[in-house]
């Protein structure tokens, strides 16, 4: 794939990340001082599985689609999700391998979780890690204007 490609890829995926951020950035809101004491209501619960589901799909397109067309375009060999957030990090376009290799674990999780009694546990995760999350994607935004890529805001 040539470079013009590879920039067009990036635009679509910066494109839907754009667009899927504002509403996890709302669900992340009205979840951020949610009360875990026992019982939960259902309200809560579809609020806190709103906000697990828009998390899973904003981090899913911005490492799985937006980092791995970035490298892409840098013209950077890192076949795995280890050694492609190890070198974000080095290039400056995440601020932690860390945090994100925990988001991508996180992820895991939530889409294997099957047992109701680690759930509160997971949304605790979840608004704390989301944080994390929308930071990244800043900071990788202001990578993408630092290096001038064509990219729609």
Not at 31 to 39: A, E, G, L, N, V
Not at 80 to 91: A, G, Q, S, V, W
Not at 110 to 133: D, G, K
């Amino acid at each position: 794939m040539n470079a013009s490609n590879l920039e067009n890829l990036l635009n679509l995926n910066w494109s839907l990340l754009k667009q899927a951020l504002p509403s996890f950035e709302r669900s992340l809101a009205k979840c951020r001082d949610i009360d875990f004491s026992p019982p939960i209501s259902f309200e809560t619960e579809e609020a806190l599985d709103a906000l697990s589901s828009k998390f899973s799909r904003v981090s899913d397109i911005y490492t799985q689609k937006v980092i791995k067309t970035l490298l892409f375009l840098l013209r950077e060999d890192a076949p795995t999700f280890l050694d492609r957030m190890n070198l974000c990090e080095k290039l400056g376009i995440i601020s932690s391998a860390e945090e994100l290799i925990a988001i991508r674990d996180l992820r895991n999780i939530i889409a294997h979780e099957y047992l109701s009694e680690n759930l509160v546990e997971i949304y605790r995760e979840i608004i704390q890690l989301s944080h994390n999350l929308i930071k990244s994607i800043a900071l990788t935004d202001k990578f993408l204007s630092n290096r001038k890529f064509n990219i729609l805001q």
